[in-house]
């Protein structure tokens, strides 16, 4: 069955430091990638994607992923967070031969000191 | 509207007890999703529509869960005889176009309903 695995159950960061979470994935097929952040009190929001083509991927706020076939992997980064970037992150995998749904990692709770 | 929106935002329902949660897509979306969100994990998927067709409902848990988007508009997750274990965050997703073959779409999600089950 395919399943998603983030690295990281909760990350603790000062503020500037550098982030990179891990996500791994398992189907052999073609696959659309996302990241999703979910703020305190807020619903699921689009960091950023992956359909085709370039495999370092920018998003919003600073966060890039980079998608690695070999690995089945799309770890999300940010040279330096910032005390607003504490939240919950999903990473997330859609099978082109699956109706769309999503199938999500376990999350990561970021956790930035400023 | 501008978003997906979900409805209640909490419940609270007494064990046994029915319950009834709503979903209203982005207009115009043709694909609705319902994902089940428990306490410290990922959403899980349950079911999918494309427009009033639930063409996949492989993540339901039980036969007590029931969902139906006879428009293929709004959308109406239902839990029968409610058991604790149904507590969790009921996500509604929607997007613009078909899942399948190779359409690249993304979902937008609601701020999901906190079922209780007490």
């Known amino acids: 069955a395919q399943s998603v695995s983030q690295h990281n159950h909760h990350v603790i960061l000062s503020e500037a430091a550098s982030l990179e979470l891990g996500c791994n994935y398992s189907?052999?097929?073609?696959?659309?990638l996302f990241w999703y952040v979910q703020y305190p009190g807020q619903h699921l929001q689009l960091l950023l994607k992956?359909?085709?083509?370039?495999?370092l991927v920018k998003g919003i706020k600073g966060f890039e992923a980079e998608f690695i076939k070999s690995k089945f992997s799309f770890n999300l980064r940010k040279p330096s967070v910032q005390w607003s970037d504490t939240a919950e992150y999903f990473c997330?995998?859609?099978?082109?031969?699956?109706?769309?749904?999503?199938?999500f990692g376990q999350g990561t709770e970021l956790s930035v000191k400023p | 509207g501008a978003g997906v929106s979900q409805s209640p935002r909490y419940k609270v329902a007494k064990r046994g007890q029915d319950v009834a949660l709503r979903c209203d897509p982005i207009?115009?979306?043709?694909?609705l999703f319902w994902y089940q969100q428990a306490l410290g994990q990922g959403p899980e998927f349950l079911t999918y529509?494309?427009?009033?067709?639930?063409?996949?409902k492989s993540g339901l848990p039980s036969d007590r869960f029931f969902a139906e988007r006879p428009e293929g508009s709004v959308s109406t997750l239902k839990i029968q005889r409610t058991q604790q274990e149904d507590s969790a965050v009921y996500l509604c997703?929607?997007?613009?176009?078909?899942?399948?073959?190779?359409?690249?779409?993304?979902?937008?999600f609601g701020q999901g309903t906190r079922l209780t089950v007490v």
């Open positions: 997703a929607s997007s613009s176009r078909s899942g399948t073959g190779a359409s690249n779409t993304e979902a937008f």
């Open positions: 189907y052999g097929g073609t696959v659309n």
């Open positions: 992956y359909f085709s083509g370039d495999p």
């Open positions: 997330a995998v859609k099978s082109w031969n699956q109706g769309g749904k999503l199938i």
């Open positions: 207009s115009g979306h043709v694909s």
């Open positions: 529509f494309q427009n009033e067709a639930q063409l996949d």
